[in-house]
């Protein structure tokens, strides 16, 4: 065999690699903490954490510029980032697209924290935006779920439960049931911070900027990007408005600085 025909045998065997992402479809990117039950377990406040937050919202700053994607949300250990249809980098390689976001999030939380952690990574599609709506509606119904469920689960361990009776205190109940649960041990679910309950979003706002023209020698505007960050986000159809009113490349209301926020 010649070294070409051998190159390609090889190349042949690089199965995936041609695997491209459906041309006109929406993309998110979910990144996920690999075996973070484990990992926070002893290192961070249960059920919620202020700094496991700040580190999530860090990543997820990071793989919103440096993938461009257009909405990032965060809830637990997982960060989902929106790219809008006409989204080309890599040449929409799925092995690509995979790879480097696992490997973004993961070297950005572990180089922040200074302890090392794996996130993995998987790709959804969407053919409308109405499907876009959906999947951010279930990842927030997820963190509301999951928020009521730690504060239960941690709850019922901080007052003498073992990891059994909590598990089984809690198995098959009713929102209500744990709602009830909460209330009785002076915890309103409600008053709980909205980032435990509903998620987090970082997204683009466009914002002026006064600059130098020294050809000119006048000052002038400049329009510029910065990523803003909403910890107050509304539920439910409330909340499909504000991605709508992204994907339809709106303006939203200001609201704090990312950067302020981190500087805390
Ligand atoms: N202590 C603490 N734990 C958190 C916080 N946020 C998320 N977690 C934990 O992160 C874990 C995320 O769950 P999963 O992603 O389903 O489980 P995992 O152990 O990461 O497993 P894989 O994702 O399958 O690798 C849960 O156990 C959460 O309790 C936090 O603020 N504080
Ligand atoms: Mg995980």
New binding site residues.
């Given amino acids: 065999m010649d070294n070409n025909a051998f190159e390609k045998q090889m190349r042949s065997l690089e199965y995936f690699h041609n695997l491209r992402l459906l041309p006109g479809a929406w993309v998110v990117i979910r990144v996920?903490?690999?075996?973070?039950?484990?990992?926070?377990?002893s290192?961070?406040?249960?059920?919620?954490?202020?700094?496991?937050?700040k580190l999530?919202m860090q990543t997820a700053k990071a793989l919103l510029e440096e993938l461009q994607g257009i909405y990032a949300y965060t809830?637990?250990?997982?960060i989902s980032v929106l790219f809008p249809t006409e989204w080309n980098l890599f040449d929409r390689s799925l092995e690509k697209i995979v790879s480097i976001s696992a490997s973004i999030a993961s070297a950005t939380f572990t180089h922040a924290a200074q302890t090392t952690v794996n996130f993995?990574s998987r790709v959804w599609l969407g053919a409308n935006k109405a499907q876009v709506l959906d999947y951010f509606r279930w990842r927030q119904a997820d963190a509301t779920r999951?928020a009521l469920n730690?504060w239960c689960y941690?709850t019922l361990r901080k007052t003498g439960h073992s990891v059994a009776q909590a598990t089984s205190a809690l198995h098959s109940k009713s929102v209500g049931f744990k709602n009830e649960l909460l209330f009785q041990q002076g915890i309103n679910f409600n008053d709980l911070p909205a980032w435990?309950r509903r998620g987090t979003a970082l997204y683009w706002e466009e914002y002026e900027k006064e600059g130098y023209n020294p050809i000119q020698n006048q000052t002038v505007v400049v329009k510029r990007r910065r990523i803003k960050l909403d910890e107050d986000l509304p539920m439910k159809d409330a909340y499909q408005e504000l991605i709508a009113h992204l994907l339809n490349a709106g303006q939203v209301e200001a609201l704090p600085h990312l950067a302020d926020f981190l500087a805390v």
């Fill in positions: 996920d903490g690999r075996g973070f039950s484990r990992f926070t377990e290192r961070y406040d249960k059920p919620f954490d202020l700094k496991f937050h999530m809830e637990s250990d997982e993995d999951c730690g941690w435990q």
